[in-house]
């Protein structure tokens, strides 16, 4: 089936950097990607949509300066988390949809585990 | 707006047991209903679907039933493995936009 990866899998950093998430679609081109933000416990919360070469659009309550989206290719989007926070400490999700024939379908990467110190 | 209801888990069986995970909904107009599974370690699977009142989704021995009248899509298993372990989320799509709504994923743990 559909791979999508996440790089890296797991990041610690300090507070005030900042930190590139990485989502490849394997072996298919996703016309559009999605960035999701899971709590403890908690379901999956859909921070943004993107389509290849077209600025991503944003769930309320998103901010868009400080979660950056980048989807430049057909197979990789970045999730930049800029001057992260303790708060911003959470487990991303990317998902990649591979094209317009069947929209309800989306593969899903493992998640990166970000822990801001 | 939408909303989805799972079970809290963890939800811990023995092997061979049979599985329920309650999942209940709030929609406009007619969701297509989905379980995914997440394995430790990977990324969401779609286990599967239901797109219409009375459809019954199946895959690797799990079933669910697409309720309208009880605004529900509970996901059994007549006997689970050790493999089964992982957390199941329960998710919906309304009104076009095919980007799923997820409840808040129940773990299920399967001893030997």
């Known amino acids: 089936g559909a791979v999508v990866s996440q790089h890296p899998s797991r990041v610690i950093c300090k507070s005030g950097t900042s930190v590139k998430i990485e989502c490849r679609s394997l072996?298919?081109?996703?016309?559009?990607m999605f960035w999701y933000r899971q709590f403890p416990k908690q379901s999956l919360m859909l921070m943004a949509t993107?389509?290849?070469?077209?600025?991503?659009?944003?769930e309320q309550g998103v901010e868009k300066d400080k979660f950056l989206i980048n989807h430049a290719s057909l197979t990789l989007s970045t999730l930049t988390v800029t001057s992260a926070h303790p708060e911003d400490s959470s487990f991303y999700i990317c998902?990649?949809?591979?094209?317009?024939?069947?929209?309800?379908?989306?593969?899903f990467g493992p998640g990166t585990r970000l822990t801001v110190l | 707006g939408d909303s989805v209801t799972q079970m809290e888990g963890p939800v811990t069986l023995s092997e061979e047991a049979f599985l329920t995970i309650n999942c209940t909904y709030t929609?406009?107009?007619?969701?297509?209903l989905f379980w995914y599974v997440q394995y430790p370690g990977e990324g969401l699977q779609l286990l599967l679907k239901?797109?219409?009142?009375?459809d019954k989704g199946s895959n690797k021995g799990f079933e669910a039933t697409y309720r309208k009248e009880t605004t529900s899509f509970h996901l059994e298993k007549g006997s689970v493995q050790v493999s089964d372990s992982a957390v199941y989320f329960c998710?919906?799509?309304?009104?076009?936009?095919?980007?799923?709504?997820f409840g808040r994923g129940t773990s299920l743990i399967v001893h030997p």
């Open positions: 929609a406009t107009g007619y969701p297509s």
């Open positions: 993107s389509n290849e070469g077209s600025k991503a659009t944003y």
């Open positions: 998902s990649a949809r591979p094209g317009l024939a069947n929209q309800d379908t989306q593969y």
């Open positions: 072996d298919f081109q996703a016309t559009t």
């Open positions: 998710a919906l799509s309304s009104g076009g936009s095919y980007i799923p709504t």
């Open positions: 239901a797109t219409k009142a009375d």
